[in-house]
């Protein structure tokens, strides 16, 4: 049985490059936040709108503070699935890196097993049957 690549949400070392990006990003972000907050003092509506605007600058500043902090991104990277028949186990592994990433107990559906495709030494008792049966049986 084919198993279909996925996207799952895994993480990815940041480059240097990447780092300094991200911070200063994080610090456009951070002054955007100060003036959105500082427009809160301009009547009821636009006091509401600059609030909203505030809160979505901090937001976005604390998700990229924590990636210059943890050098790492978190983001959706293709994955493929693999049947380990052994373990009876699927195996999903990064196709960027090939590093197994998770394993999990195959779902009814993909316990099917394709014939053509497994690893199964044939029974050698089955092959002297086929050999002692008589030609017109």
């Keep these: 049985m084919e198993l279909p690549n996925v996207m799952h949400d895994l993480e990815r070392e940041l ?11 994080a610090a456009e972000e951070s002054h ?13 509506d636009a006091a509401k709108e600059a609030k909203k605007r505030a809160e979505e600058h901090a937001s976005e500043v ?4 924590k990636m210059v902090r943890t050098r790492k991104e978190v983001g959706e990277v293709e994955c493929s699935q693999e049947y380990d028949y052994e373990a009876d186990q699927i195996i999903l ?3 960027d890196t090939g590093k197994e990433v998770d394993r999990r107990d195959p779902r009814p559906d993909e316990r099917q097993m394709d014939l053509t495709r497994a690893n199964v030494a044939p029974d050698p008792s089955h092959q002297e049957q086929v050999d002692r049966t008589p030609a017109g049986a």
């Design 15 to 25: 480059s240097q490059e990447e780092i300094v990006k991200f911070a200063a990003e």
């Design 32 to 44: 955007l936040e100060k003036l959105a907050g500082e427009d809160e003092q301009d009547g009821k």
């Design 62 to 65: 604390k998700r990229l503070l």
């Design 93 to 95: 592994r990064r196709v």
